[in-house]
């Protein structure tokens, strides 16, 4: 039996020597390797994290104190010195979570895995503590140099400080990194702070009460001992960052401990031992190095294995290379394509230039791709302010991410017509990483922009020629939306009409003069076109006629859809977008406020945080499938599900009663 089978919970490290805790590390290391490969994850943070977590959950005492992780995808160790174990299927349909998760263990918090985070968690929960009478529960909050890029961490920071009570412990995991390097002028701060031998004395409380007598009796001592007080307080801040220039955090009122060997378990012990016994707000700069003992992903530059697919645990290659497209890489060539062309398109990033594409444009056009580090608010106020200078930038962010953002993109980009194009990488569902990495708020939360142009592209080629119109656009934000993984096969369509609306199939024959006088109008939305095809041939199966439509932009509704909606006798949206105040729910305004009184079917997600899976499972979990569309479509044309198609000519049709076809 190994060391790391005998950790059921964390008050089990305490009895191992630093002999047993390094063989502990080595034996985690080894067992993240060998289960990550066979199931895919977040490789590379955990392997960094390893003694910074051992050591946390020997100083601290999990659940009692709080440890909150920024973000959750270096949780992985934590995981296993909690009592799971059993990683045969993480990330995977009821199996551990890829973050923190509630459900699984009473020692993980925050599931979120957005960035920024945890110290406005840490500030709250700590602040809980005092006023319920338990200012002796820390919390600890575990957060990348990365997050640290984010403004909402340096709200926390302001707050946090201001109390020199509360017993918050944050550890900064500085391996220089949050997917890619980090950037900026507080990556410059950390790279240039150094061991500080002093940490002891400073942290000790008897430290600090002897500094505050001398400042109170050179204080009281009149003008001359105010005037000593303050020469001597200079010239030691000035020696002490000199020394280690951690000014940056001590300005603020946070005691600075570090940086220390983050892979040093007696240096971690020691540091965290003393921020313990500080009992105030304490900041523990840990240096780590991401994928830290596995060669291939320190060897792997663009990411060292941030996240993986399943590899073969030796040699670190994927087992499957892929020879399809994905949406990104085509999203990547032809911003390129489009910068080759015009000088004034400019790249912003948040942190993700290769996940979402930026790449490709960042080499070719290095002084025209900004990486803003992990702030989507500021990235989105950038950029209306290089729309104001006379340039068109495309900001480019995973859909959950744009949440974020949402008050600059509605406040400071289409309340002044910024010409502002924003692209969503991983819109809908998207599987693994869970409930908040699905890109599935976006088409509903976005519909109450003034004067916003939404795009979904079905296809590789419609994601080209959108992205193009998109960028063509200069009076208003436009935005593109595609779904995570490959592109599937090219759907053509059998007309364009002329407002841009693409009809892609008439199944049946129309049972008026009018050609698309059918029984029912399937509108779908984006990577949802495959599906609307199939639900209509299995109406046609059925002997019930169907157009299909694929809008392309989705807002300002077409003046087309709601023409054919009227010559339909029920319309079928279909997204991959919760269904609340989605596309389909916009197309409904837009066809009453034309008179048209057609019923429609909104298809699409259920207001629900969606537990993780495949995006196939997850898709048939919710009944966003063409079988179970066509089968209430169906019930909807007989007239025995609401709501009930419009009844056929010279037919009075009951409720509930079903009709002859």
């Known amino acids: 039996m190994g060391l790391l089978e005998t950790i059921r919970e964390p008050r089990d490290l305490r009895a191992l020597s630093l002999v047993q805790l390094q063989e502990l590390a080595a034996e985690i290391r080894t067992f993240l390797v060998a289960n990550v490969a066979r199931t895919g994850g977040h490789l590379g943070p955990n392997l960094g994290v390893v003694e910074l977590t051992l050591g946390i959950h020997r100083a601290f005492d999990s659940p009692r104190d709080s440890i909150v992780f920024d973000t959750g995808h270096q949780s992985y160790v934590h995981k296993l010195v909690t009592g799971r174990q059993d990683f045969d299927t993480l990330r995977q ?45 820390y919390v600890v909050a575990v957060v990348g140099d990365g997050a640290l890029t984010g403004g909402m961490a340096w709200e926390a920071l302001n707050n946090i400080a201001a109390d020199k009570d509360r017993r918050v412990v944050i550890v900064v995991n500085d391996n220089g990194r949050s997917y890619a390097p980090t950037i900026g002028g507080l990556a410059n701060q950390l790279a240039g702070l150094r061991q500080m031998t002093l940490d002891k004395v400073r942290t ?88 830290r003992g596995y ?29 399809a ?50 702030a989507e608010q500021h990235a989105m106020t950038s950029a209306a302010g290089l729309a104001y200078g006379g340039l068109h930038p495309v900001v480019a962010l995973y859909a959950t991410f744009l949440n974020r953002a949402y008050d600059q993109l509605l ?52 994601l080209r020629e959108q ?34 609306v693409d009809v892609l199939a008439r199944s049946g024959e129309s049972r008026e003069h009018d050609a698309d006088a059918r029984d029912v109008l399937i509108v779908a939305v984006g990577s949802m076109a495959g599906t609307g095809l199939e639900v209509a041939s299995r109406l046609a199966a059925q002997g019930i006629t169907a157009t299909v439509v694929d809008p392309r932009w989705v807002l300002p509704v077409p003046r087309s859809i709601v023409g054919l909606a009227a010559r339909h006798r029920l319309v079928v949206s279909i997204e991959d977008g919760v269904r609340a105040g989605g ?79």
Request: aromatic share 4%; glycine share 12%.
């Open 93 to 137: 349909e009821h199996g551990i979570a890829g973050y923190p998760d509630r459900g699984e263990s009473v020692h993980d918090i925050v599931e979120s895995s957005h960035a920024s985070s945890s110290l406005s968690w840490a500030d709250g929960i700590s602040r809980a503590r005092v006023l319920k009478g338990e200012p002796d529960r």
């Open 204 to 291: 000790s409380q008897a430290y600090e009460v002897t500094l505050d007598k001398v400042k109170e009796r050179l204080q009281g001592g009149g003008a001359m001992g105010r005037l000593t007080y303050k020469s001597l307080h200079a010239a030691k801040k000035g020696i002490k960052d000199w020394w280690a220039p951690q000014g940056l955090f001590e300005d603020l009122g946070l005691k600075y401990i570090g940086p220390i060997d983050g892979h040093n378990q007696a240096s971690v012990d020691e540091a965290l031992q003393q921020a313990r016994a500080y009992e105030g707000p304490v900041l523990v700069h840990a240096l780590t190095e991401k994928g």
């Open 295 to 323: 060669a291939p992903a320190r060897a792997h530059e663009d990411d060292q294995f941030h996240a993986v697919g399943v590899i073969d645990p030796v040699t670190g290659e994927p087992v499957e290379s892929g020879s």
């Open 325 to 374: 497209q994905s949406w990104t890489s085509v999203f990547g060539e032809e911003i390129a394509s489009i910068a080759d062309e015009r000088d004034d398109i400019v790249g912003i990033t948040g942190a993700m230039m290769i996940p979402v594409g930026l790449k490709t444009m960042a080499d070719r056009h290095p002084g025209r791709v900004i990486d803003v580090g992990i």
């Open 411 to 462: 406040m400071d980009v289409a309340l002044h017509k910024a010409g502002v194009t924003v692209v969503l990488d991983r819109a809908g569902v998207t599987g693994p990483d869970g409930p908040s990495h699905h890109g599935m708020w976006d088409l509903s939360i976005l519909q109450s922009v003034p004067g916003i142009h939404i795009a979904a592209p079905r296809d590789a080629d419609r």
């Open 467 to 500: 992205l193009r119109e998109a960028v063509a656009v200069d009076d208003a934000p436009t935005v593109l939306r595609f779904s995570k993984g490959t592109v599937g096969r090219a759907i053509e369509a059998v007309e364009r009409l002329e407002d841009g």
């Open 583 to 661: 596309v389909g729910a916009r197309i409904r305004q837009e066809m009453r406020a034309a008179g048209v009184d057609t019923a429609l079917n909104e298809v699409g997600l259920p207001v629900e945080f969606l537990a993780h899976g495949s995006r196939s499972q997850i898709l048939e979990r919710v009944g966003l499938t063409a079988a179970n569309i066509a089968q209430s479509t169906v019930a909807q044309v007989l007239g025995t599900q609401v709501p009930f198609a419009r009844p056929l000519p010279g037919q009075d049709l009951p409720t509930g009663q079903i009709p002859r076809l």
